[in-house]
T-cell receptor, first 114, second 114 residues
Framework: AQSVTQLGSHVSVSEGALVLLRCNYS??????LFWYVQYPNQGLQLLLK??????LVKGINGFEAEFKKSETSFHLTKPSAHMSDAAEYFC????????????FGQGTELSVKP | DTEVTQTPKHLVMGMTNKKSLKCEQH?????MYWYKQKAKKPPELMFV???????INESVPSRFSPECPNSSLLNLHLHALQPEDSALYLC?????????????FGSGTQLSVL
């Protein structure tokens, strides 16, 4: 079965600092990987997705993620954090025998300090 | 129009009440989803409709009854709920029900069961 693990339920960075949110996946088949963001009192919004076309994936709002098969990782980064980036971030995986279901990680809450 | 609209935004109901949640999209998507999200947790899949037919029911109790009247509308009928059913209910849609499809989420209905 597929799964994702997000390391760190809460990450705090200063405004302008590098954002790094970690995600490791487990899959017996080539996975499809996603990062979604949830702002307070809102639904989820897709930041980016990996579908094997390129290992470095660029998303919205300056975020990007790199697929590393050898490390089974799909970490999310942003060079310079903005206050508006404060939100909950979910890594997710689909594919294989999950019947098209999206399997979410537990989420990482990002706080940005002024 | 790239929105998924959910109504109502907030709902308070007693354990003997019957209520319905409504979800609407006009993006021509053929797959629609209901998710349940508890505070500080990832969304949990409840139901998937594909081409207006129920394709996935994640062993959801019968007090939750989904309905897809047409390709743009998705309802969730609620009856005899329990306090532990209090949560954010999210509707989502995608072009098709497939491994790599982007999900578009609504802002959710915050449900409180008294």
């Amino acid at each position: 079965a597929q799964s994702v693990t997000q390391l760190g339920s809460h990450v705090s960075v200063s405004e302008g600092a590098l954002v790094l949110l970690r995600c490791n996946y487990s899959s017996s088949v080539p996975p499809y990987l996603f990062w979604y963001v949830q702002y307070p009192n809102q639904g989820l919004q897709l930041l980016l997705k990996y579908t094997s076309a390129a290992t470095l994936v660029k998303g919205i709002n300056g975020f990007e993620a790199e697929f590393k098969k050898s490390e089974t990782s799909f970490h999310l980064t942003k060079p310079s954090a903005h206050m508006s980036d404060a939100a909950e971030y979910f890594c997710a995986v689909s594919g294989g025998n999950q019947g098209g279901k999206l399997i979410f990680g537990q989420g990482t809450e990002l706080s940005v300090k002024p | 129009d790239t929105e998924v609209t959910q109504t109502p935004k907030h709902l308070v109901m007693g354990m003997t009440n019957k209520k319905s949640l409504k979800c609407e999209q006009h993006m021509g998507h053929r797959a629609m989803y209901w998710y349940k999200q508890k505070a500080k947790k990832p969304p949990e899949l409840m139901f998937v409709y594909s081409y207006e037919k129920l394709s996935i029911n994640e062993s959801v109790p019968s007090r939750f009854s989904p309905e897809c009247p047409n390709s743009s509308l998705l309802n969730l009928h609620l009856h005899a709920l329990q306090p532990e059913d209090s949560a954010l209910y999210l509707c989502a849609s995608s072009l098709y029900h497939s491994y790599n499809e982007k999900l578009f989420f609504g802002s959710g209905t915050q449900l409180s069961v008294l």
